[in-house]
């Protein structure tokens, strides 16, 4: 579990170092989000069932065009 945790807070240290990089414009960004995260707390949210029934019902409604699908295959070519 120590590895994971090790491995985990290297990666955060090396976006950091990364983001350092970055103009102060982008590194406000970063702070904006970074503070909302810490706002909302470290707890997991959990849908309503309302919200669940809302999201379902909108994933229903969505059907996607034989254009469009052809169109985000190109777009993401592997």
Not at 6 to 29: F, G, H, I, N, Y
Not at 59 to 66: A, I, K, T
């Amino acid at each position: 579990m120590a590895m994971c945790y090790t491995a985990r807070m290297s990666k955060l240290a090396d976006l950091m170092e990364e983001v350092k990089r970055w103009p102060q414009e982008r590194q406000r960004d970063v702070e904006h989000v970074l503070e909302a995260m810490l706002e909302g707390g470290t707890e997991t949210y959990e849908l309503s069932a309302e919200e669940r029934m809302l999201i379902d019902e909108g994933l229903e409604s969505r059907q996607v065009s034989p254009v469009e699908l052809n169109s985000f295959r190109r777009r993401h070519k592997a």
